[in-house]
């Protein structure tokens, strides 16, 4: 079934949304390296994700364990519990297709694993020094750029819901995969946003962060597609060509269309801007029942 048979789904209003970890599982030795057929350029280009969302999903959860004491709001408190579960369930997935799925194809996933978790463990470790109110304002700045990257894995996420993966006889399993963390990703959207409003509403730092987050987000992206391109022995495509096949999938409605994800940041500085406003949660929720991997978790 395509995700574009949720689309009729959109109207009607499934109310308050419990968030909780689904605990899937996949099976990955019969998913090719190329898993959109005819498209081996888009298939690489979404399996970046994989070397990228591990650590920072792991990242999202520490930063959130280390906030979690700090909340008052019992409300807030569950809404983030159920965040950091499904989130934590992201990481040991895509963890999972590291070495099951893209070592096993010949594509090593060590040396942007390790650049990554520089990255996330170091550079945006918390604060171990200074004083408590410097510590303090650490968390909030990081809980805001963790509010900008959730807009853009929401803006993803709603991708993953009304793509043509299945349309083009994708593998089942990886396209799965993709939608069921991008329906967790619309159905949690508006979490990290309220959390950073209930840490510290400011304009100023929401705006700081977003500057930060989308030229870091796209130098990974472009750094790990470049990665697994050049890993990948089975293509040998030249810069151009690389270009067109890019093109020609985001026609084809297999991969997002990098500009509409960017020129979105406009939305982000709108005040009173709300993720609200991005995907559908009838739709998360309608995909999420039927994914095979989340009803087999159940």
Same mark, same amino acid.
């Given at each position: 079934?395509?995700?574009?048979?949720?689309?009729?789904?959109?109207?009607?209003?499934?109310?308050?949304?419990?968030?909780?970890?689904?605990?899937?599982?996949?099976?990955?030795?019969?998913?090719?390296?190329?898993?959109?057929?005819?498209?081996?350029?888009?298939?690489?280009?979404?399996?970046?994700?994989?070397? &990228? =969302?591990?650590?920072?999903?792991?990242?999202?959860?520490?930063?959130?364990?280390? /906030?979690? +004491?700090?909340? #008052? $709001?019992?409300?807030?408190?569950?809404?983030?519990?159920?965040?950091?579960?499904?989130?934590?369930?992201?990481?040991?997935?895509?963890?999972?297709?590291?070495?099951?799925?893209?070592?096993?194809?010949?594509?090593?996933?060590?040396?942007?694993?390790?650049?990554?978790?520089?990255?996330?463990?170091?550079?945006?470790?918390?604060?171990?020094?200074?004083?408590?109110?410097?510590?303090?304002?650490?968390?909030?700045?990081?809980?805001?750029?963790?509010?900008?990257?959730?807009?853009?894995?929401? &803006? =993803?996420?709603?991708?993953?819901?009304?793509?043509?993966?299945?349309?083009?006889? /994708?593998? +089942?399993?990886? #396209? $799965?995969?993709?939608?069921?963390?991008?329906?967790?990703?619309?159905?949690?959207?508006?979490?990290?946003?309220?959390?950073?409003?209930?840490?510290?509403?400011?304009?100023?730092?929401?705006?700081?962060?977003?500057?930060?987050?989308?030229?870091?987000?796209?130098?990974?992206?472009?750094?790990?597609?470049?990665?697994?391109?050049?890993?990948?022995?089975?293509?040998?495509?030249?810069?151009?060509?690389?270009?067109?096949?890019?093109?020609?999938?985001?026609?084809?409605?297999?991969?997002?269309?990098?500009?509409?994800?960017?020129?979105?940041?406009?939305?982000?500085?709108?005040?009173?801007?709300? +993720?609200?406003?991005?995907?559908?949660?009838?739709?998360?929720?309608?995909?999420?029942?039927?994914?095979?991997?989340?009803?087999?978790?159940?």
């Amino acid at each position: 079934m395509t995700a574009h048979a949720y689309d009729s789904d959109h109207d009607w209003d499934p109310g308050p949304v419990e968030l909780h970890a689904r605990n899937v599982t996949f099976d990955w030795s019969n998913t090719p390296l190329h898993w959109i057929p005819g498209h081996p350029v888009a298939s690489n280009f979404v399996s970046v994700l994989n070397l &990228l =969302l591990p650590e920072g999903e792991r990242w999202f959860v520490q930063t959130y364990n280390e /906030a979690l +004491p700090l909340v #008052t $709001d019992d409300e807030l408190a569950a809404t983030m519990r159920g965040f950091i579960g499904q989130e934590a369930m992201h990481a040991e997935a895509h963890d999972h297709v590291l070495w099951e799925f893209l070592d096993h194809h010949g594509i090593d996933p060590r040396p942007y694993a390790r650049q990554a978790e520089w990255i996330f463990r170091k550079v945006l470790a918390p604060m171990d020094k200074g004083s408590a109110s410097a510590r303090q304002k650490h968390l909030v700045e990081r809980l805001w750029l963790i509010a900008a990257l959730e807009h853009y894995t929401a &803006l =993803l996420g709603d991708f993953a819901l009304n793509n043509t993966w299945v349309e083009h006889d /994708a593998d +089942p399993t990886m #396209t $799965d995969l993709f939608t069921w963390h991008g329906a967790e990703e619309v159905e949690h959207r508006a979490v990290a946003h309220d959390v950073a409003v209930y840490f510290g509403d400011s304009y100023l730092r929401r705006g700081r962060a977003m500057l930060l987050a989308l030229p870091v987000l796209l130098f990974l992206v472009h750094r790990g597609f470049r990665y697994i391109t050049k890993q990948d022995k089975t293509l040998h495509y030249n810069m151009f060509a690389r270009k067109y096949q890019y093109f020609r999938g985001v026609r084809a409605g297999v991969l997002p269309q990098m500009w509409k994800i960017i020129l979105s940041t406009f939305s982000y500085f709108r005040p009173g801007f709300h +993720p609200d406003e991005i995907g559908s949660t009838a739709q998360a929720v309608a995909y999420l029942a039927s994914s095979p991997a989340a009803r087999n978790a159940q």
